[in-house]
């Protein structure tokens, strides 16, 4: 019953750390992504995956790497934080399923979100 | 450039108000969802609108697909402290494969 899961629930860095957050969901959801979340901006996709082993850019990719090793987990990392990357950062998926791209509209279901802090 | 252009931005009311929050585009979308976000939560959806001229009901909360499929509303009445949060509407292409476009967002406060 968990859905989707995100560690590290907050995390606090200084600038030029390193850091990986991790998403994992129990629903073989096909799609999974990585959003960032900043005051009047509403939600920004940095990366996104179609599959296992696939990854794609969204509209903010700079300053992330993601993986997608097993297909029920997708990971973001940060290689030199830089205070811009402060942001609350939400993980999401969603079926793949030709039937439910139609009918269902790529619903996503998202985790509870990682609030980042770089100082 | 936002494509989904969201407002107002912040709303505050009271309770047994009635209010309505837009979700404006300048292109067509295949279909349209609304979130609403919770502090220290995710987004969790509450409708997705398909059809133009689309309109669903979820207890106290309409929403309408504009007939052109480049907008959408969600109306309150009512309005409960329960009802409190972030709206967020979220529009789907399929010519843009798996991914949403999501407007700015509606901060909803109801007080009571």
């Known amino acids: 019953n968990a859905g989707v899961t995100q560690t590290p629930k907050f995390r606090v860095l200084k600038t030029g750390q390193s850091m990986t957050l991790l998403c994992a969901q129990d629903?073989?959801?096909?799609?999974m992504y990585w959003y960032r979340q900043d005051p009047g901006m509403g939600l920004r996709l940095i990366h996104y995956?179609?599959?296992?082993?696939?990854?794609a850019k969204g509209e903010v990719p700079d300053g992330y790497n993601v993986s997608r090793l097993k297909k029920q987990n997708f990971l973001l990392g940060l290689e030199s934080a830089a205070p811009s990357q402060t942001s609350v950062y939400f993980c999401?998926?969603?079926?793949?399923?030709?039937?439910?791209?139609?009918?269902?509209?790529?619903?996503?279901?998202f985790g509870a979100g990682t609030r980042l802090s770089v100082l | 450039t936002q494509l989904l252009e969201q407002s107002p931005q912040f709303l505050s009311i009271q309770e047994g108000e009635n209010l309505t929050v837009y979700c404006n585009s300048s292109?067509?979308?295949?279909?349209l969802q609304w979130y609403r976000q919770e502090p220290g939560e995710g987004p969790v959806l509450l409708v997705t609108?398909?059809?133009?001229?689309e309109v669903k009901k979820l207890k106290r909360l309409t929403f309408q697909f504009g007939d052109a499929r480049k907008d959408s509303s969600l109306h309150i009445t009512a309005a409960q402290p329960g009802d409190t949060g972030l709206y967020l509407c979220?529009?789907?292409?399929?010519?843009?494969?798996?991914?949403?476009?999501f407007g700015e967002g509606t901060q909803l406060t109801v007080n009571p």
């Open positions: 292109s067509v979308f295949s279909s």
């Open positions: 999401a998926s969603s079926w793949r399923n030709e039937m439910w791209l139609r009918v269902a509209k790529n619903i996503q279901y």
């Open positions: 995956s179609v599959g296992e082993g696939t990854t």
């Open positions: 609108v398909v059809t133009g001229g």
């Open positions: 629903m073989n959801h096909e799609y």
């Open positions: 979220a529009g789907y292409k399929e010519t843009s494969g798996s991914r949403l476009t």
